[in-house]
């Protein structure tokens, strides 16, 4: 099974966009700044660290905006390995989610470099995409 991992990683941004966009904290619309800015830290933690801390770091928000931010992102990131022929976690629990990683992506380093290759790709494009929609909103 061949994938397209540019089209799967342009997608799954593209929903990460959408719903971040209908998301409102008191009644008031989430800054497209905010998405950008967890975005692009969870990025950096992505590709310094792997996909195993990137995920906790997504789990480890706090601030009621990167919490819902943070959320919506590492849902989509989950439900994209189905399309990378992985099965993804039957729940989106931490110590499920993270017990997904440690038994199977991270131990077959073939599966590890395909899902930390199309989360990078998606991260960046989600990245782009808060940009297009920050300027989108002025």
Known sequence: M???IDLIAAKTAQTIIKTTKDIKIKAEPIKATDAENLITKALGVLQENGVYAALLYLYTRTSDTD???AEKVREQLLDMT???AISPPPSKDV???LTFLTERVCPHLDTLLLVKQTWEQ???YARYGAK???V???
Request: glycine share 0%; no cysteine; proline share 0%.
């Open 2 to 4: 061949k994938n397209n």
């Open 67 to 69: 919490k819902i931010v």
């Open 82 to 84: 189905s399309q990378l």
């Open 95 to 97: 110590s499920v989610a």
């Open 122 to 124: 998606t991260l960046i």
């Open 132 to 134: 297009a929609w920050n």
């Open 136 to 138: 989108e909103t002025k």
